[in-house]
């Protein structure tokens, strides 16, 4: 455990787990967020690529007092906003971003958003990130709920400041980086959610991780949802980009989706008034739950996979929102506990779990860069060996028939 | 007027009515809260029990900004809230805790709330308070007042930055320690009301007095609420204590608390699901409207008396919320203008005052913890001084005949 | 281009134009406002008038946070709101003062503010300043548009923080002195508006212009509406003040304005009970269609005038609040694309202009002191040139019917 003098006296060694790991409070109660910039070298961490954490405010208009942490594996620049729920600004290799480009261009403190606002639309005031979480005591469209109660845009996750925020990174290889945020979702009589948010990734890599855990730490068992609202645009997104996952049943959202359901699975190039398209997927995993869904440019060249599993993660929306560049070209790969309704809409389709008292629910994703061709067919092999030869359903129904406006 | 030299420069000798009294404003319009630790010995003040203020700010979540001030009296540290209506969050003497543990535990600036949400009910993602304000146009349960518009639970006040803070220490015996903060709620056409609010105690007290004086500095008169949601949890809230207090009037909020009406003056241990009940009490004052509310432990050992006048108080709300310890085991002891309600049901029940331009109404609810069976039972025995055999009329039935939902 | 150093070393040299100009960026997302005294002496510049610009932040209550611009000309301080839309709060030359008492006493951040609030009526929270940006998605008076959106008093710019605020001083006379402040209007989906705002002004003047440009950077033409609530209270404001503009038509808003229809251009004295009301002004404007809209006191030796392009701002709307002084003893002189109406009522009136992808607005009014009778006749007499006898219709009735409640 040799290791370089830290100066800045800010790292701390504590056994996290079983491996032992160099550890560092960047937010806490008694501890604003400040300027940071931790490198490998300074921590005496012999990695084969030097890393580095950057953490920074941002000033002016609706991005006064956020915070970023910049996680740069030597390989990949992963920026985190604590401000923002723990969400993933996005992660840039070489030319290659993983994020897309919304008409929101500042990053917006929820001190200035009312989620209320624009009829329960006003979230559509700071979205703009790779990874939005969307939760956690509900996901979908803002609309009354059954007891008249307005629920807004994909609940209240990603406007929830992080109330700590911790970085870890591990003393042995792989020197596993973790940033862990804490969310607490809490109002008396209503909910007493914890969400212990993890981003992982190791130095050198083009992928990362996210590993959530959401408590209920209320005495009563609560409905809760969840929806991991990740968007790519360019480059990514492209005419004839294709989307790919072992597939058990899929259907369009509403009826406007119907007439785009043949080729569902394809991208258009920008198209004015568009608007978007909502593919509600139930994928199939493997033995043990895990499966992948793969976004890839027309060429097959360039892609990115998401890992997770279905016994955490079961309903998987599939966001196409090809419109012009400017109105934001984006598609979003949505494993969820839920699909986009709103929650009224999704008792009926038993996807409004709950969760006892004191119980967890553990949600993981992997995000992988695919750079190259072989990459891209070894994600889509992978595909196709969870599908597995197994039938997929095409409802060409909504499973919900939503009211007319 | 001996005393030591102040370094640190902030401290200014003022007359404060006759009195002399060293001054500090802590929080005006150039001048953020800075952190702070003043004692009696800096500032050379030879109580019998040394106190201190301490002054911080608090990061990380909704937190982000909170300032508290901390009076520790020598016998008691009496947290007070600036940014949250100069709420009083908890006071702790020795084992003894006033306040209780709700789900939300985070200070909640309210920059990061929407009263609004909730269809109303925003304010309960704050809400963990010893001593919340609640008023002062309105209080309540949310809902439409008779004009349509949606009054959100118990008014602004509690989410109420002060405007400015001043610490005052008088120059004499017995040295009385005043913390001093200003609400403002105005808004064009709707609302002037300034709230100078005090909170005050001497060296070694374990009690403590707030003193508002709401002005309505506009040229109308206009219709305002005021109620003290004053909170109690564990030690002194178990199964079997005991609320006492000279009544003149006593009826369930709704059919739901009809039930317990016959006990309505003892506590249950912690209830799963049995949610609150509310018993609305007009109390007796004796020949100058003073009067005591008392919630005392089931062995009369331990507990708390509230004083205060029913000319300035006439309704008093004992909300027990007797449900689990992770749902918020509490009672609320809440002397007010008005019961809860909302406000277009209260202006039958003659509970919505006005106050005229230029004019103000004081509030005065003095706390004081009850260490020991001696001090019980002479707060016990002052209340039935003040009760004096006069009759308490028990109502079966609630005042407001609330709509079913 | 001789110049003394600056040893703050925040000042550079820009060619803005073709004129060379010193320009200091006060706020942008790497830089938090800070403190500042820029004085015309440290600039080297040599102007008749001494000048400064000075910085500064606001503490407590509701205030926490807010940064104000303060332009002093040399004869005119002129403060400048950056976290509330660039608004200008006051101007004051020498005893006189442009702007008005408002009740709200705060310069309040919106964070603090709910515009949902109070039925849509949340922006009245805020409302204090001389130069209030109404829009630009919509202004006008709360209420549901036709798609069942609650549209919020006046719209979002007063209370949208700028994300960039720049300073510049021209090298050569008139040594303009210019504030630019950027405003982002952005929600996926809704609305991609940027707004440079500009407040320009020359040393010694005791006059400014707003210039500001907006822009949809959008790909989709969408509705848009602005209005400069520009406000003022006494001393302009008094019994037998007078408004005069060259006027095309004018009728009442509401039915209540109808009875002082006679006396639309004439002030009445505080008058208790009054409220407001409000005339609906189509001005003439010259040849290029400038037109000029005048508020004098009594004796005509006080006024104010401004100056505006009819091709820009069609629609004046005359707010006339002589309500009490304690309630806001104002009158609004306010040109705009559109009335006060809410915005479903104006499409039928041709109010509501659209802007098409990547186009821009511009919108220029420039605020004169009237000081001595001297310039006031000037300014009435500029007004007859304009009405060059051109015929004033004067409707009775108001172009909406609105609702009875």
Chains 1, 2, 3 share one sequence.
Not at 310 to 318: C, D, R, T, V
Request: with cysteine; net charge neutral.
């Amino acid at each position: 455990m040799k290791r370089s003098a830290i100066s800045v006296g800010i790292i701390a060694m504590l056994s996290a787990g079983s491996a032992m790991a160099w550890e560092t409070t960047l937010l806490d109660t008694d501890k604003p967020m400040a300027a940071q910039h931790i490198t490998s070298a300074k921590l005496g961490i012999k990695a084969a690529k030097p890393f580095s954490v950057t953490t920074k405010r941002l000033h002016g208009g609706r991005q006064e007092g956020v915070t970023l942490v910049e996680i740069d594996t030597g390989a990949m620049k992963i920026t985190v906003v604590p401000t923002r729920g723990m969400n993933v600004l996005h992660a840039v290799a070489g030319d290659v971003r993983l994020g897309w480009d919304s008409p929101v261009k500042q990053v917006v403190n929820p001190a200035f958003i009312e989620l209320n606002g624009r009829n329960g639309l006003g979230w559509l005031e700071g979205f703009n990130e790779l990874v939005t979480r969307c939760g956690y005591e509900w996901v979908g469209h803002p609309g009354e709920d059954t007891d008249g109660t307005l629920l807004t845009l994909h609940g209240l996750a990603a406007n929830t400041p992080a109330t700590k925020v911790v970085l870890s990174v591990d003393e042995k290889p792989p020197y596993t980086i973790r940033l862990k945020g804490e969310l607490k979702q809490q109002a008396f009589k209503k909910v007493d959610f914890v969400i212990d948010t993890e981003l992982n990734t190791v130095p050198g890599a083009t992928e990362f991780t996210v590993h959530d855990k959401l408590t209920n730490q209320g005495d009563y068992a609560k409905e809760y949802q969840a929806l991991y609202h990740s968007n790519f645009g360019t480059p990514l997104l492209e005419k004839d980009a294709k989307f790919a996952a072992p597939v058990r049943e899929v259907s369009p959202f509403n009826d406007y989706a119907k007439a785009d359901l043949p080729t569902w699975q394809t991208y258009r190039a920008p198209t004015k008034d568009y608007d978007e398209t909502v593919y509600n997927v139930f994928p199939y995993g493997d033995d043990d739950g895990n499966t992948l869904a793969v976004l890839h440019n027309a060429k097959g060249e360039l892609g990115v996979s998401l890992a997770f599993n279905i016994n955490q993660l079961p309903a998987f929306s599939l966001w196409k929102n090809t419109d012009t560049e400017g109105q934001g070209y984006v598609t979003g790969l949505e494993p969820g506990t839920s699909f986009s309704y709103n929650r009224r809409y999704q008792r009926d389709l038993k996807l409004v779990p709950t969760i006892g008292p004191k119980e967890s629910r553990e949600f993981m994703i992997t995000y992988t860069l695919l750079s190259g061709k072989a990459k891209v067919d070894d994600a889509l092999k992978r595909v196709e060996t969870i599908q597995n030869g197994r039938e997929t359903t095409v409802r060409e129904e909504p499973l919900v028939a939503l009211p007319k406006h």
